[in-house]
């Protein structure tokens, strides 16, 4: 039984495509949030800057107004306000400057020590004022007043600087803006063509065997069982269905096989018995011809016997010679009509033939033998013979004044005996000897013209299982040459 | 459809997709990116240093060419430094000031245009008690505790000037002398140098005499009023020297609006484009003295990081000076030209 492999089955390959599927809508999901997020972390970037040194600014502004509020006053709520604002403005510095990596920084690193130098001078200033050093705290406090000055250049330059880039940032991100969202676009266009391919992946791959199946079914549906067997290449379920479709097929096209040979055979068989009867049927057509032309047989044989008993008697020798040769040619007729004999027997038979002619016409009818005597143990249809040698005598030297000979040739080669009945009477043509040939057996009872000849032609026939086994070759007055080809039986 | 061109389909979109992804990051990253600021150098290395170049904004020695010499040898050692350029009438108190900057911004070295005054000379000392490197241009100072001096030997420039000038008027005459003074009279000893080398020079060419010296003020036109006098009480001036470009620009209006051109020799100071282009056409400036300002930043720069790594260094650095004449124009002016292709 075929195996499917759990690893595409069509549940684990819907599996994968839907996945697939799904991990393309995330990537464009996650893809946009980054994209935002940067945009968002962009925008922060720009103002965040500005909103520091804004604070740093507002700190510096109090501070200052606190020292100077102290250094007037000599207020403790100053002074408290002061500490307050100056570690205030201490943290929010803390972490503002760690390397210079460009001109921002550096910025930023001089704020931050000018704020550490402002602080020591302001302290300065407010230690030197509890000392009633007004010479001193105001020297600090000029100082630290002049520091405040570089702070506050220093927070707008670089205001100003980040202001210009923003501005150049800003251009640039809405061109960018532009391009990303053309890049979107596309990415969502190429998403859509690659979910598209996925989904004709799956459909095709799912709706082609079922095509195939389909068709092979009609196929069927119609009586051809030829078709080609059902290939899928996944190992899935539809392998399964598949291979159980074409052991299906093939199973009925091989019975429907056995059933046409069976039948085949039948109509053979049937045939066969066919024929046998058509040759029995022959058979008793010959026989019917034998007692036509010898009135009774049986009859004739008794009166011959007679005639011999009758002939010795009278010491008649030459009578009783022929009596007995006629009554030998009428029990070789009588008892060989319905089996085999030997080609030995046929040529016995027509030597005595012969001697029957030789009484009737002396030397005007002569008769040559060429015998092959290997051939002789040949099995045959009997009365093979006769009928030609009786053809050639009545039909082709009966009329003739001067008579003729009758040639019997026996020739053994490889694969075949060829017996040749040869006359030297008037002969026939060839449209003639065709027409004798090629009437049907059916034609039987309507001529009895060339009757002789059918009925051995299809004797041997049915004998031998072969066709071309007879052959006339014939000229207007050159006689009539009749070939019989009786081919070697395999033991 | 063919399972290959399917897949071979999905593999190209897959391709595809993935460059888009890649390039919408890299250009959203670049614009994070935007708002960082550029680096100082391409390299983004940290800087080591931060040293502020107080300058003088109407001195052209601070021009492109110096500031870039300041560039290159601030990108070599990893210098930040910060140009803050004074000017105004009481830049004493400016320069001042923005050495007091230094000190509260905690930078480690000044690289200043110094004047030769007591309370410069005072806060120098202060600087360089304080761990700030104090490297001078335009006044030596030897008697501040300053690193170094950069700038050209003005002695120098004085033999080569007066040089041109007898070459221009063929060793035969008499010749002034157009000094530029900036916010206050230079001082004795600078003006002794640049005249020393005059004076050094015309000792070959007896029939050739230095007659007066002239100080100019601001701007161009006092340029102009002041050659036009010398043309009108010193008929016998045949030669004029000027020791800066504004100042040779305006004595070459002066000339040729007076038709003095083939009467006066004129040498000027300088490369700037105008100067050039008189001197290829010929006839109105004869030469130009010609400082390597660009020089003068870079060795700045060097001698900072020199001393803050050795802490010896030499007192004084003279920077190369050159005379451009219609001998050595063309390749000048190719030289400045592939430099400034360079540059961009």
């Keep these: 039984m ?8 069509i549940r684990n390959n819907m599996i994968v495509y839907t996945l697939s599927i799904i991990f393309l809508m995330t990537v464009l999901s996650i893809y946009s949030l980054t994209i935002m997020e940067r945009y968002q972390g962009q925008i922060e970037a720009m103002f965040e800057k500005h909103i520091y040194l804004s604070q740093v600014g507002s700190l510096m502004i109090e501070l200052d107004e606190d020292l100077l509020g102290f250094l007037s006053s000599k207020s403790s709520t100053r002074l408290n306000d002061y500490i307050i604002n100056s570690e205030k403005l201490e943290i929010l510095v803390e972490d503002a400057y760690e390397k210079t990596f460009n001109a921002e920084d550096m910025m930023m690193k001089n704020i931050v020590n000018l704020i550490d130098a402002y602080v020591i001078e302001a302290d300065k200033a407010i230690a030197y004022k509890r000392q009633r050093n007004v010479i001193k705290y105001y020297e600090h406090y000029q100082k630290s007043f002049k520091i405040k000055g570089f702070i506050a250049d220093y927070i707008d330059q670089l205001n100003n600087r980040q202001l210009n880039r923003n501005s150049v940032t800003y251009t640039q991100l809405v061109r960018q803006i532009v391009i990303l969202q053309n890049i979107t676009y596309m990415i969502v266009i190429v998403l859509i063509g690659l ?19 389909s068709h092979a079914a009609e196929e069927i549906a119609l009586g051809n069982f030829d078709t080609e067997d059902i290939v899928v290449e996944s190992e899935d379920e539809f392998l399964l269905l598949a291979t159980a479709f074409n052991h299906m097929k093939n199973s009925i096209k091989s019975y429907i096989g056995e059933i046409k040979k069976n039948a085949e055979t039948e109509a053979k068989l049937k045939d066969e018995q066919l024929k046998n009867i058509k040759m029995e049927h022959l058979l008793d057509n010959a026989k019917l011809y034998a007692l036509q032309s010898q009135i009774n047989p049986h009859f004739l044989f008794n009166t011959i016997n007679a005639g011999v008993q009758m002939s010795i008697m009278e010491r008649a020798t030459k009578t009783s010679q022929f009596f007995q040769t006629m009554a030998s040619l009428f029990r070789y007729n009588i008892q060989k009509m319905d089996s085999s004999c030997t080609l030995q027997e046929e040529i016995e038979n027509i030597k005595d033939y012969y001697e029957l002619l030789k009484v009737r016409f002396g030397d005007r009818i002569r008769f040559q033998f060429n015998i092959n005597s290997e051939a002789l143990n040949m099995k045959v249809p009997p009365l093979i013979l006769q009928p030609l040698v009786e053809n050639a005598y009545v039909h082709g030297l009966s009329g003739l004044e001067e008579g003729g000979t009758i040639t019997i040739n026996v020739v053994d080669e490889w694969d075949a005996t060829f017996i040749t009945v040869k006359d030297t009477g008037k002969g026939m043509t060839v449209n003639v000897a065709d027409q004798i040939l090629n009437k049907s057996r059916d034609d039987y009872e309507h001529t009895k013209f060339g009757i002789g000849i059918r009925n051995v032609r299809d004797r041997l026939e049915l004998f031998f299982h072969q066709s071309d086994l007879f052959k006339i070759e014939c000229e207007k007055g ?7 080809k009786i081919p070697h039986m395999k033991e | 459809m063919n399972k290959r061109i399917t897949f071979t389909t999905i593999l190209i979109l897959s ?10 990051l890299y250009l959203s990253n670049s614009i994070a990116e935007a708002t960082k600021g550029e680096y100082l150098w391409e390299s983004m290395l940290p800087a080591e240093y931060h040293v502020m170049a107080i300058l003088d904004k109407s001195n052209q020695t601070y021009d492109l060419s110096f500031k870039e010499g300041l560039k290159q040898s601030s990108e070599d050692y990893k210098i930040a430094v910060e140009i803050i350029m004074f000017e105004g009438e009481n830049v004493e108190d400016e320069v001042l000031n923005i050495m007091d900057l230094a000190i509260y911004a905690k930078a480690d070295g000044v690289i200043v245009h110094a004047f030769d005054n007591p309370r410069i000379i005072n806060k120098i000392d202060e600087l360089m008690h304080l761990g700030i490197a104090v490297i001078t241009l335009n006044e030596d100072l030897p008697q501040t505790d300053r690193v170094s001096y950069v700038g050209v030997n003005r002695y120098k420039i004085g033999l080569e000037a007066g040089g041109a000038l007898a ?51 601001q701007g161009l036109l006092n340029a102009e009023i002041l050659a036009t006098e010398i043309a009108r009480d010193y008929p016998e001036i045949n030669g004029i020297f000027c020791t800066n470009a504004e100042n040779t620009l305006g004595v070459v209006q002066v000339l040729v609006d007076n038709n003095l051109v083939n009467r006066i020799a004129l040498v000027g100071y300088g490369d700037d484009d105008e100067i050039l282009g008189y001197i290829e056409r010929g006839k109105i400036i004869e030469s130009s003295v010609v400082t390597d300002y660009k020089d003068i930043g870079k060795e700045a720069l060097k001698v900072f990081y020199e001393y803050k790594k050795n802490s010896y260094v030499p007192s004084y650095i003279n920077t190369a000076l050159q005379v451009i004449d ?10 400045k030209s592939e430099a400034y292709d360079k540059n961009q």
């Design chain 1, 2 to 9: 075929t195996k499917i492999n759990k690893f595409s089955s």
């Design chain 1, 195 to 213: 979910s598209l391919m996925i989904v004709y992946l799956i459909t095709s791959r799912m709706v082609k065997p079922f095509s195939h199946l």
């Design chain 1, 478 to 484: 050159a006689g009539v040459k009749i070939i019989m």
């Design chain 2, 15 to 24: 391709m595809i997709l993935l460059f888009l992804l890649g390039m919408g």
């Design chain 2, 167 to 217: 070459r221009a008027t063929n060793g035969v005459g008499k010749i002034a002398v157009i000094e530029q003074q900036n916010y206050q009279k230079l001082s004795n000893q600078q003006q002794d140098l640049l005249l020393l080398g005059i004076t050094d020079a015309l000792r070959d060419y007896p029939s050739l005499s230095f007659e007066l010296v002239r100080y100019t003020k």
């Design chain 2, 326 to 335: 219609e001998e050595n124009i063309a390749a000048y002016m190719t030289e």
